[in-house]
Nanobody, 125 residues
Framework: EVQLVESGGGLVQAGGSLRLSCAAS????????IGWFRQAPGKEREGVSW????????DYADSVKGRFTISSDNAKNTVYLQMNSLKPEDTAVYYC??????????????????WGQGTQVTVSS
C-alpha cells in the first residue's frame, strides 16, 4: 500500500524557516515524480516544488525560487522541503504527492496518484 506522511509543519514568524518531510512507503524511489503542493483557504491547490527520483532534477514555482529547496534521502524513501525566508503568503496546508510516470515530472496536481494527509504551515507577520 502506497503511503505518504508529511511532517514538520508549524507556526513560524515571517523570515523564519521550516523543513517539511515526506516519508514514503509501499514503493521504492525508482523513476517517479515527487511533488510538493500547497493549498491556502479559499484557493486552489498549487504546485510548489517537484523532484525526479530518476535523475534528481528539481524545479520550483516562481513564488518560492531562491527560498525553498527540495531534496531526498533515497535510503529513507523521504523527500524534504526546506523553506527559508518564509512569508505570510506561504501560509497553507502543504501536501506531498507521487506520480508514477516514468521520465516525466508533472507540475499540476491532476497527474499525481497518491497524496499525503497534509501538514499546516502558518507564517505570522
Amino acid at each position: 500500500e502506497v503511503q505518504l506522511v508529511e511532517s514538520g509543519g508549524g507556526l513560524v514568524q515571517a523570515g523564519g524557516s521550516l523543513r517539511l518531510s515526506c516519508a514514503a512507503s509501499g514503493f521504492t524511489f525508482d523513476d517517479y515524480a515527487i511533488g510538493w503542493f500547497r493549498q491556502a483557504p479559499g484557493k486552489e491547490r498549487e504546485g510548489v516544488s517537484w523532484f525526479s527520483t530518476s535523475d534528481g532534477s528539481t524545479d520550483y514555482a516562481d513564488s518560492v525560487k531562491g527560498r525553498f529547496t527540495i531534496s531526498s534521502d533515497n535510503a529513507k524513501n523521504t523527500v524534504y522541503l526546506q523553506m527559508n525566508s518564509l512569508k505570510p503568503e506561504d501560509t497553507a496546508v502543504y501536501y506531498c504527492a507521487v506520480a508514477f510516470l516514468a521520465g516525466y515530472v508533472p507540475e499540476t496536481p491532476d497527474y499525481y496518484h497518491y497524496w499525503g494527509q497534509g501538514t499546516q504551515v502558518t507564517v505570522s507577520s
